[in-house]
């Protein structure tokens, strides 16, 4: 299991940017391909972005393409959404997500460890 925590969330303005961090403790985490999760109030928790291994594939779902850019550093256990043009729809609390393997891509049935997860607002 790896244990992941999430930084970054907060209040925003439609239309403004916010980057969320999330630092994963494990030895190898360049096993793992990694993820971004986001749960709005009254909704299920839907997939937002995912990246492989070591950053050569990542996908999105089609609400934050052209607005999200996940990325990492293998270097800090730490991968990281981008978030620009916000907008209220965006507001949701956000978990990052884990799943080991050197897959380019994973469903999102597939991750198995999740952090704790940051709240974003975005107002309009």
């Known amino acids: 299991q790896v244990q992941l925590v999430e930084s970054g969330g907060g209040l925003a303005q439609a239309g403004a940017s916010l980057r969320l961090s999330c630092a994963a403790s494990?030895?190898?985490?360049?096993?793992?391909?990694m993820g971004w999760f986001r749960q709005a109030p009254g909704k299920e928790r839907e997939f937002v972005a995912g990246?492989?291994?070591?950053?050569?594939?990542?996908y999105y779902a089609d609400s934050v393409k052209g607005r999200f850019t996940i990325s990492r550093d293998n270097a800090k256990n730490t991968v990281y959404l981008q978030m620009n043009s916000l907008k209220p729809d965006d507001t949701a609390v956000y978990y990052c997500?884990?799943?080991?393997?050197?897959?380019?891509?994973?469903?999102?049935?597939?991750?198995?460890?999740w952090g704790q997860g940051t709240q974003v607002t975005v107002s309009a």
């Open positions: 997500a884990a799943t080991f393997g050197r897959r380019s891509y994973y469903p999102p049935g597939d991750f198995d460890s």
């Open positions: 990246i492989s291994w070591n950053g050569g594939s990542t």
């Open positions: 494990v030895r190898t985490f360049n096993n793992y391909a």
